[in-house]
């Protein structure tokens, strides 16, 4: 029984100890050409990133890219942007996304 209580303090101790709701962003926007992708967010604050999908030119491959993780700070009007370059991985971008963290 006082293993059970022991066991049960435990439980009680973590789930108040547990982290609180991430942040949120919205008002996210994408451009892309086969060149460069962006990705940014104005509203809210928090994390993302630029995610673009990526074809090779000349061998039969596609891969995804992920842009620098940016953070938007709660007093920014503006999000900072994610980019990524094509050039990089000697591809050419045919679509992206934007992930949240």
């Known amino acids: 029984m006082t293993a059970l209580a022991g066991a049960g303090l435990l439980l009680t101790a973590s789930v108040v ?12 926007h994408v451009s892309y050409d086969s060149e460069e992708a962006s990705a ?11 995610k673009a999908n990526c074809a090779s030119p000349r061998y039969p ?28 991985y ?3 971008i045919t679509s992206a996304t934007y992930q949240i963290f």
């Open 90 to 92: 000697n591809c050419n």
């Open 17 to 28: 100890t547990a982290p609180g709701a991430q942040a949120e962003v919205w008002d996210c």
């Open 40 to 50: 940014w967010c104005n509203g809210g604050y928090g994390t993302y990133r630029v």
């Open 61 to 88: 491959y596609n891969i995804t890219i992920y842009g620098p993780t940016k953070s938007k700070l709660r007093d920014q009007d503006y999000g900072p942007f994610s980019s990524v370059a094509a050039s990089d």
